[in-house]
């Protein structure tokens, strides 16, 4: 190798063979395949010249699976591409943004720190939160809530049985709770909505799904892209280090029995201290309309950013890696470029407006410097102390074509459909509302503060404060000057999902949209996390295109739209691999929100009514988990059937007829009925007959299909049903004090003291 510069190397690359250059991307951690190495070697032989170690660095970070796309992109056009109207959508780009109303708009995304959590829990849970903040910043948005679904081993998983180098399951769910809540608490964005799911499929590789809303004026609204040739780039926040390099190279193969001695260094460290005036000076000079475009840094730092922002334009840059100003001496100019240093944000500026911004950010202690240019292109030109450090295509770059990797549908059995004994009821119910996946998550949702702001006017806990439960979405009010209210809500279901990724899928935007009907509110949009194994895999692959074509599907019929999302593969290594897990971050609109429905009952004497079809399917069931049921038949799927079933819910809710309802999903009836009960320190009386199904204990566990229970204002029976002609439409019983009972035509079969019940599932899970 020969120096081209002061601490600038270049790597032969021209005349070597494929067999070499593999080696060479081993030894670097650049992480090419052959393909990409015939590519990249075709390109330098084309300019003449070998490459720099700068310039291979980031290319090894744009073209990794994490910033390129590069198996996923033909699979998320073909189903989202006509998901972002711009009737409905204002952007779509590193957080989607729709309308609110006159005036305002709000930004929604998801995406996943898996890797880095499994490594490091705390510091990979905090520094996703700090990455989807500026995900939902970058648009010109106030960050205003933040949400995080889950997903670990069992929590008492034996320590003998765990490979080597994996973390135990409680150590992994107490890290991870932990740094969102140092992080999401220190910054003050409130956590209202999210879940903790455990399987044994996440034993080896948790999932750190974390999502963020935020809300903007619309003359806010920025484009992720330059604007003109001429305009300063600005970098302002956090100083840049040695940490999160390679993140993205890491997040894009699949784990080891070494990964934690071998990528720690890929983990960042956030910094929510910094953070939080970041977003104030950010909005600040926003306001003020001295950015013309921006882009935040996560995967691939500087590289990554910059590239993206002048090739959206249509334009190159001019950067001197040299001007970065950096935490620690020593730093490669290589280091620089892609490092992922936390709290950085990159803005384009017009010159003249430079001084002022740089003004408002050392106001606000937050370091701003201006490191380079817009060009007319097509090339980035990288500079290190006044010398040469990279000359590359834009476009080549940070626009790799897209890899067709073959893909397979995997066949599975339809399944059978089987029976639940009708004996022993009281212990059903009790198995499964005390379950694992069913206990409260009070002591988790308490440690993060969903209240910071003012705006979250339905908590994540519905109820009496001395007794509250779980509820199916939270309601903020973005504007205290409007009625109108943002519900917010996550789904997933990766049970189902690996007994049919299609039909699983559907039954995940089902849940979502159920979530929100049940608080009165009308789906919007919503934004997915795609949990995947390895795409290289043809079998993950077609799994992929499965869940992908039917979340879209699902999607139109149900009235979402999908503007953002992300992609995450490789989740597996040491033999293990996860279920098909997408993830939903999805929102409503409730015209009122003095008219939002919670989930706690509210009257003793009140009539309950079940809504919606009951089907005995049990696939991928709380009850099928328990007992260990795999290859079981899945309710069908009907987003027609509820969306209408959900609009009659919502116009009902308006009106105040509905006093309170609640979705039937994980634990079917029994956890439904249970949670409704805890949240109002109430009881019920119910007779399973009413769901048509075959006995009582099919009627209690069974979750097919989308269905609520619904407590209705005193002498509104009449109107309900009539409101219901189309739909199935039963009595099922009435609120009573404080006993929960299952009765079967005339004959009681269970009668459960709920304040006891109440206890054990208050206080079982062990966490945080």
Known sequence: M?????????????????????????????????????????YFRTERREPTDVELAGLAQSWSEHCSYKSS??????????????????????????????????????????????VEPYGGAATGIGGILRDVLAVGAKPIALTDPLFFGPLEFPRDRLPPGVK??????????????????????????????????????????????????????????????????????????????????????????????????????????????????????????????????GGGGIASASGELVHAGGFGSRIDLARVPRREAGLRPWEVWVSESQERMLLDVRPTDVDRVLAVFRRYDVPATAIGEVTKGPY??????????????????????????PHRATRRPKGETPSIPNEGLDDLVRSLVLAPDSLSREGVIRVYDHEVQGRTVVKPLHGRPESSSHGDAAILQPRPDSPRGLAITTAAHPWACREDPAEGAAMVVEEAARNLYAVGARPDAFSNC??????????????????????????????????????????????????????????????????????????????????????????????ARREGRTGLRLPPTDPASLRMLGDGLRKLAADGVVRSAHDVSDGGLAVALCEMAFGGAAGFSVDLEATGLAGPGIAVAAEGASRFVVEIAPGAERRFESAFLRSPCAPLGEVTA???????????????????????????????
């Open 380 to 405: 980035e030109e990288l500079g290190w102390n006044g010398q040469p450090a990279g000359h590359l295509r834009v476009g080549f770059r940070v626009a790799p074509p897209p890899r067709n990797r």
């Open 168 to 297: 135990s399951p409680r150590y992994l769910a107490e890290g991870v709770i932990a740094g969102i809540r140092d992080y999401g608490n220190r910054v003050g964005v409130p956590t209202v909505s999210g879940g903790i799911y455990f399987d044994p499929s996440f034993v080896v590789n948790p999932l750190v799904n974390v999502g963020c809303v935020g809300f903007l004026p619309r003359r806010r609204l920025l484009p992720n892209r330059a604007r003109a040739v001429g305009d300063t780039l600005v970098l302002a926040g956090g100083l840049t280090g040695r940490d999160g390099i390679g993140g993205v190279s890491f997040a894009s193969r699949e784990l080891t029995d070494r990964s934690e001695i071998e990528s720690r260094g890929a983990v960042q460290l956030g910094n929510p201290i910094m953070k939080e005036p970041l977003i104030h000076a950010c909005l600040e000079v926003f306001d003020r309309g001295w950015v013309r475009g921006l882009k935040d840094l």
């Open 2 to 42: 020969t120096d081209w510069a002061a601490g600038v190397d270049t790597v032969p690359v021209r005349r070597s063979t494929i067999a070499s250059l593999e080696a060479m991307s081993r030894d670097r951690g650049l992480g090419f395949d052959r393909v990409e190495l015939t590519r990249l070697r075709a």
């Open 530 to 623: 795609l949990n995947f194994g390895n795409p290289e895999d043809p079998r993950v692959l077609g799994d992929f295109a499965a869940v992908t074509d039917s979340l879209a599907s699902a999607a139109r019929t149900l009235g979402f739209v999908v503007p953002s999302g992300n992609v995450s593969f490789y989740n597996g290594g040491l033999d293990a691999e996860i279920p098909p897990t997408p993830v939903l971050l999805a929102t409503g609109i409730v015209d009122r929100v003095e008219r939002a429905v919670t989930s706690d009952l509210k009257r003793v004497g009140a009539t309950l009514y079940l809504i919606g079809e009951s089907r005995p399917e049990l696939g991928g069931s709380l009850w």
């Open 73 to 118: 992109r033909p699979y998320l056009k073909r189903a989202f591409g006509s998901l972002h109207p711009p009737r409905r959508v204002l952007g779509t780009g590193d957080a989607g943004v729709l309308p609110f109303e006159d005036g305002y708009a709000y930004a929604l995304r998801i995406e996943s720190h898996n890797h880095p959590s499994a």
């Open 738 to 768: 404080d006993t929960g009972t299952f009765r079967w035509g005339g004959r009681t079969l269970a009668r459960l003291p709920l304040d006891v019940l109440y206890r054990r599932w208050r206080s079982d899970l062990g966490l945080p």
